[in-house]
């Protein structure tokens, strides 16, 4: 009797012993803490009574282009943005200068369409420049003009830097009143080289809305 008492009082242990392993386990859950990784909180909100399971959100970091857009929805939507990507590593600090000037000035209609008109028949007259894969451009907003475009493959750059350095080219520009300022050439993804040169109205003889 006292034997088969004894063997009912271990089996009662085992099962309570294992009941209570049964709770504590669902209790705790995969990671091993009660209430299986919920957070249960007082406070006003859960970041501020647990700031553990706070929430943290990435957002990518910009990236900077290496063509600064436009302010100017005109200038925008005609700046050689090819062109000036393939060189973007190459200009220096007065070609970022003029660069910027492109992005934050505004282009009068009025007063810029004869200026291009002007510079783009000057360049033309340039053998090399007219005979390119892409002719050249020309964009003028208050105060700078900006010529792009892309000589044929097998050009070298001491060429193209010859033919944006024409000297009846630079006499036609000064003549509208503007000096010539830094080139920039590159080598593009198809094969041709890309040249920027901008001129600068420092003669003063350009009237504009932006000046009135």
Known sequence: MDRASRRVGGLTALVLVGGAAWWWHAATGPGGHPGGGVAIVAGRSATEAHPAVARVVVTPAPVASATPI????VVAARRDTSVLAAV????GPDAKVL?????????DAATAGPTEG????????VPLLAAGTEAPRVLCVDTTCEVTGVAAA????????AALRDPVL??????RGYMPGPATIAPTSDGGVGYVLYLNDKMGSRVTTARQ
Not at 70 to 73: I, R
Not at 118 to 125: D, G, H, N, S, V
């Open 70 to 73: 436009a302010a100017d929805p």
């Open 154 to 161: 097998g050009r070298t750059r001491e060429e193209v830097e």
């Open 170 to 175: 630079l006499r036609a520009m000064m003549m």
């Open 88 to 91: 973007a590593d190459r200009k």
């Open 99 to 107: 660069d910027g000037a492109m992005a934050r000035q505004d282009r």
């Open 118 to 125: 002007a510079m783009r028949t000057a360049l033309m007259q």
